[in-house]
């Protein structure tokens, strides 16, 4: 496919590096700066042009006429919907773009059709989301949804003296009597999607895919914490924390803010009647001390500067054993940062990028299955990609262990009439269906991709 990529910013770089290293698209970046399109370039070898993303000239010589995507990603959301509006009229290709204020929400549902939007990104709130889903287990480092909610998978940490300590994966049904698969585990600097004679060890990343509301019952019985949060403390006020924080007050959890910005603290009240809104340095120890830090269920480090939410995690973390969130704005220092203990870490940008790749793959999928949704998985070395079984589809019908599957590659679940079942080798593949894979492999984009050819 030919995609044009609107913005080289930290989301537009990592878009154009995860689709490059698919080979299977032919893509060109815009962005004012010439050091930010040159370095891009030189990275993945993909078509620079140098201009603005709302010229027309910029937009040819981009290649908008042949283009069967437009993703904008700039810094500005009305530059980015400029530049969906300009495509239109220039071209025929779907388009993507990320806005991130609250006030269009609405805006963008009158005008959607007019700004031919096939997909509209809000990277806080999708942030906000992941948050609560998080704060929902809070024994979970992360948690994806599949099967319009229906199917989950999470990540925890095995404890010390934990009954899953030395246990054999595929004996882990029988012994807890739960219907559970574990998807992946990451074991210092490995990554392994298991088989059934794997043997867990404490200290190990477990990634387990579990039907909805079954998990609760999971973690009472490896002995981890599973009871949603009653109340919880976030520090910084911005849109992903007024996101955060109408969630959790629409599920009773009490919340407390504390801003800096007076101004904006009066926002937060007109806004979130039901929360309380504190105006103070978030970064004070004394003040954290004051609002109850030690005795909240969790707390949420939401400032705009990624060194202080870090500090004041690993803070939370000193003096309190609930739930922290960090989140982290630039994705750089991923690595480094997954080795601290922060609890759960959420990345906006890689959300928003996950999201724009998902709807990229389902475009170009064959017309065997679609991409339903995709997360990833397993510290990122893993992808976990919902696909819906058509008629079509080279695996309809065929029973699992009757498939030639590629290597490091899981098939998780299936999803038949509302009904969640963990596959076992007799099932077989029914027009309908989705169903969850779990693989080390990237650039998967129709269901067909899991056989070996």
Same mark, same amino acid.
């Given at each position: ?8 910013? &930290? ?37 620079? /042009? ?30 980015? =919907? ?6 239109? $009229? ?10 991130? $204020? ?52 999470? &990540? ?5 003296? +934990? ?7 595929? %004996? ?47 973690? &009472?019985?490896?002995?981890? $914490? ?47 009647? &039901? ?24 707390? /949420?480090?939401?400032?705009?500067? %990624? ?28 690595? /480094?940062?997954? $080795? ?25 999928? +064959? ?39 590629? %290597? ?21 593949? =029914? ?17 067909? %991709?899991?056989?070996?050819?």
């Amino acid at each position: 496919m030919n995609i044009i990529i609107a913005g080289c910013g &930290k989301v537009g770089q990592k878009i154009a590096q995860q689709l490059h290293s698919e080979l299977v698209h032919n893509i060109t970046v815009i962005d004012v700066r010439p050091n930010a399109v040159q370095d891009l370039a030189n990275q993945t070898d993909v078509m620079g /042009v140098v201009g603005s993303v709302i010229s027309m000239d910029v937009m040819e010589e981009a290649g908008i006429k042949t283009a069967d995507i437009l993703i904008a990603v700039t810094g500005s959301d009305e530059l980015n =919907m400029l530049a969906c509006l300009l495509a239109k $009229k220039l071209g025929k290709c779907q388009t993507i773009a990320r806005v991130r $204020k609250p006030e269009y929400a609405k805006v963008l549902k009158l005008f959607r059709e007019e700004l031919s939007l096939a997909l509209v990104i809000n990277p806080e709130q999708a942030a906000a989301s992941e948050m609560a889903r998080s704060l929902r287990l809070p024994s979970a480092i992360q948690i994806d949804t599949f099967a319009k909610s229906r199917v989950e998978i999470f &990540k925890f940490c095995v404890p010390e003296g +934990s009954v899953l300590d030395n246990l054999k994966v595929q %004996d882990i049904v029988a012994k807890l009597n739960s219907d559970v698969l574990v998807c992946g585990v990451e074991r210092g600097e490995e990554t392994f999607i298991p088989g059934g004679n794997f043997v867990i060890k404490s200290g190990d990343l477990l990634s387990i895919l579990t039907p909805i509301h079954t998990e609760a019952q999971f973690f &009472k019985k490896i002995g981890l $914490k599973s009871d949603a949060v009653k109340d919880t403390m976030i520090v910084g006020g911005g849109e992903t924390a007024y996101y955060l924080a109408s969630k959790l007050c629409e599920s009773g959890v009490r919340v407390k803010i504390i801003e800096k910005d007076e101004k904006r603290c009066d926002e937060l009240c007109q806004l979130l009647p &039901k929360a309380t809104i504190i105006n103070g340095d978030g970064t004070d120890n004394n003040l954290l001390l004051e609002e109850g830090i030690e005795t909240v269920d969790s707390f /949420v480090s939401l400032i705009n500067i %990624d060194e202080e939410n870090v500090l004041l995690s690993l803070y939370a973390k000193s003096v309190n054993n609930g739930k922290v969130i960090t989140k982290i704005n630039r994705i750089a220092y991923d690595r /480094v940062i997954e $080795k601290m203990d922060l609890g759960t870490t959420v990345y906006p940008k890689n959300i928003t990028s996950e999201n724009i790749i998902k709807f990229v793959r389902a475009m170009n999928n +064959s017309m065997g299955s679609n991409i339903e949704s995709m997360h990833y998985i397993i510290g990122g070395k893993a992808e976990a990609l919902e696909f819906r079984i058509k008629e079509n589809s080279p695996i309809l019908g065929k029973r699992i262990d009757k498939l030639n599957l590629k %290597d490091n590659l899981l098939i998780a679940c299936i999803t038949r009439n509302n009904r969640v079942k963990i596959p076992r080798g007799s099932d077989e593949f =029914m027009v309908g269906d989705t169903v969850i894979i779990v693989t080390l492999h990237s650039g998967f984009d129709d269901i067909g %991709d899991i056989l070996n050819r």
